[in-house]
């Protein structure tokens, strides 16, 4: 229920979305209900979104797997036409609100949109498709948000006792704030460079060290030169904690005195002038911080408990009856 509080990337939403639309020939049936069915062709094109974004994540199907994965396809298809079966003018709505977000954020990771239209093709479906289907999403989460969370129970009170209840889930490490220049000794491939490139870089950081210590500003020098996206974005400023960071950076960063620019520091695959900032000690994070966050896991993991009942309420309502997918055991 939470996914549209944060744009997911293209292939995660795809992954979730499967391919739910369309008009198709006589086929087999897989789940049929009064208002729709579920045919050979929507399940394949759903199986082809999904096994291409596991190999956009470097995975695969196991064969073996297969009909078992179907079934749950199958299951979604017919999930999704039930939830957008029970949507109202005011779901619908919301959801259009919400995907043209998402759908705004993708286009604007992609950088173009040719590149956005290409992105999507590449999962095996048409722009159009996708973009009917982001929105089909939206309206499914609208109805669960409308339905399922007011069965939950997550009240301010629950989550105030479990912030008390583990103390420790929110106690943070010493941090070390600083401002650094990443300079990467990586290619945009992430091939190591050449040993006349990463000559290069050691120079630039020894100069980048001298400039700084000359007076030069390290956030103006940091949105100029670090290899960082991030960084550059934010001045080269980080918050660090205390035993968690590569430990030669680590250590040179714990012997650096503060507002003084270290010598350049070398890692494994970058580069790094550094200023310490100022250092923040252990304590525990306000319940203010974290409250969002607790809900939002307490939800998930009630949503998670309580789902597959309300799943199988609203096939019982919608009357939906499922087929055998070949090479299934009985039961899948």
């Given at each position: 229920?939470?996914?549209?509080?944060?744009?997911?990337?293209?292939?995660?939403?795809?992954?979730?979305?499967?391919?739910?639309?369309?008009?198709?020939?006589?086929?087999?049936?897989?789940?049929?209900?009064?208002?729709?069915?579920?045919?050979?062709?929507?399940?394949?094109?759903?199986?082809?979104?999904?096994?291409?974004?596991?190999?956009?994540?470097?995975?695969?199907?196991?064969?073996?797997?297969?009909?078992?994965?179907?079934?749950?396809?199958?299951?979604?298809?017919?999930?999704?036409?039930?939830?957008?079966?029970?949507?109202?003018?005011?779901?619908?709505?919301?959801?259009?609100?919400?995907?043209?977000?998402?759908?705004?954020?993708?286009?604007?990771?992609?950088?173009?949109?040719?590149?956005?239209?290409?992105?999507?093709?590449?999962?095996?479906?048409?722009?159009?498709?996708?973009e009917k289907q982001l929105f089909e999403r939206a309206v499914c989460e609208q109805v669960l948000e409308r339905e399922l969370r007011p069965r939950l129970?997550?009240?301010?009170?629950?989550?105030?006792?479990?912030?008390?209840?583990?103390p420790e889930k929110f106690q943070q490490p010493e941090r070390v704030r600083l401002r650094q220049i990443v300079l990467s000794l990586k290619n945009s491939?992430?091939?190591?460079?050449?040993?006349?490139?990463?000559?290069?870089?050691?120079?630039?950081?020894?100069?980048?060290?001298?400039?700084?210590?000359?007076?030069?500003?390290?956030?103006?020098?940091?949105?100029?030169?670090?290899?960082?996206?991030?960084?550059?974005?934010?001045?080269?400023?980080?918050?660090?904690?205390?035993?968690?960071?590569?430990?030669?950076?680590?250590?040179?960063?714990?012997?650096?005195?503060?507002?003084?620019?270290?010598?350049?520091?070398?890692?494994?695959?970058?580069?790094?002038?550094?200023?310490?900032?100022?250092?923040?000690?252990?304590?525990?994070?306000?319940?203010?911080?974290?409250?969002?966050?607790?809900?939002?896991?307490?939800?998930?993991?009630?949503?998670?408990?309580?789902?597959?009942?309300?799943?199988?309420?609203?096939?019982?309502?919608?009357?939906?009856?499922?087929?055998?997918?070949?090479?299934?055991?009985?039961?899948?």
């Amino acid at each position: 229920m939470k996914s549209f509080r944060r744009s997911a990337g293209l292939f995660a939403v795809a992954l979730l979305l499967g391919a739910a639309t369309a008009t198709f020939a006589e086929e087999r049936v897989y789940a049929k209900a009064k208002e729709f069915t579920i045919k050979q062709e929507q399940l394949d094109a759903s199986f082809i979104v999904y096994r291409a974004t596991l190999a956009a994540q470097g995975r695969d199907v196991p064969e073996q797997q297969r009909p078992q994965i179907e079934r749950q396809l199958v299951e979604k298809l017919a999930l999704t036409r039930v939830l957008v079966g029970r949507s109202t003018d005011a779901d619908r709505k919301t959801a259009r609100e919400k995907a043209d977000k998402v759908l705004a954020a993708e286009k604007a990771r992609a950088k173009s949109q040719a590149r956005y239209e290409a992105q999507v093709r590449a999962l095996g479906m048409a722009p159009d498709d996708f973009e009917k289907q982001l929105f089909e999403r939206a309206v499914c989460e609208q109805v669960l948000e409308r339905e399922l969370r007011p069965r939950l129970g997550i009240t301010p009170e629950k989550i105030r006792a479990f912030y008390d209840e583990n103390p420790e889930k929110f106690q943070q490490p010493e941090r070390v704030r600083l401002r650094q220049i990443v300079l990467s000794l990586k290619n945009s491939s992430g091939n190591d460079l050449g040993e006349a490139d990463k000559a290069e870089k050691l120079t630039l950081a020894k100069s980048l060290v001298e400039r700084a210590r000359k007076g030069e500003e390290l956030e103006s020098l940091a949105r100029q030169y670090s290899d960082d996206p991030t960084g550059r974005e934010r001045g080269g400023e980080y918050l660090f904690p205390v035993g968690r960071m590569i430990p030669e950076f680590e250590l040179a960063i714990l012997n650096l005195a503060t507002n003084k620019v270290s010598d350049v520091i070398t890692t494994q695959g970058a580069l790094h002038v550094v200023k310490v900032l100022g250092r923040v000690g252990s304590d525990k994070t306000p319940f203010e911080q974290v409250q969002n966050q607790i809900r939002d896991g307490m939800e998930m993991e009630e949503t998670a408990k309580q789902l597959p009942a309300y799943q199988q309420q609203l096939f019982s309502e919608a009357a939906v009856e499922f087929l055998p997918i070949p090479g299934s055991r009985p039961g899948q």
